[in-house]
């Protein structure tokens, strides 16, 4: 899923979508992860993190929540995660991969490749496989990682 960025701007989503990250209430059952819709100027149209409104909220659903499914902002809109969408869910029903590709959205930014610990996800691969455009950033993948370093260091 590994492709190029536009460099300076998803970098700094990406960023943003980490810092988000850190607002999510504590859990020992789920990842916190931050997420950004950007329109095609780069302006940000809608933000979420997890368990923002609800403990069972991802941050894709949250941010996707905040706009019309029919917004024309979205055709050339980008959604930056600090984690991989989900292409399974323990939660609820319909996992952020289905939900991303109820909207128009053609490009998807992640810097963290979700780790098979809740569950075994294939959002990237789903979202690919639907025709988006999907980038990977995973120099930016120490950092997602490091607001969920309590789930990765359980046990040891």
Known sequence: MRAAGDGGRDRAMLRRA????????PSETA????????????????????RRDDPHDHAEEVALRALAPDDPRLAD??????LEPCGRRASRPR?????ILDTPIPRIVYAWREPVLFVDGDGAERLTAAGRTVVELPDLADEARSVNAHLLNRGG
């Open 31 to 50: 990842f916190s992860v931050g997420a950004v819709v950007c329109d095609a100027g780069g302006r940000i149209i809608a933000e979420g993190y997890s």
């Open 77 to 82: 809109a980008v959604l930056y995660t600090s």
């Open 95 to 99: 996992p952020c991969a289905e939900l």
């Open 18 to 25: 980490i810092e988000l990250s850190r607002r999510c209430p």
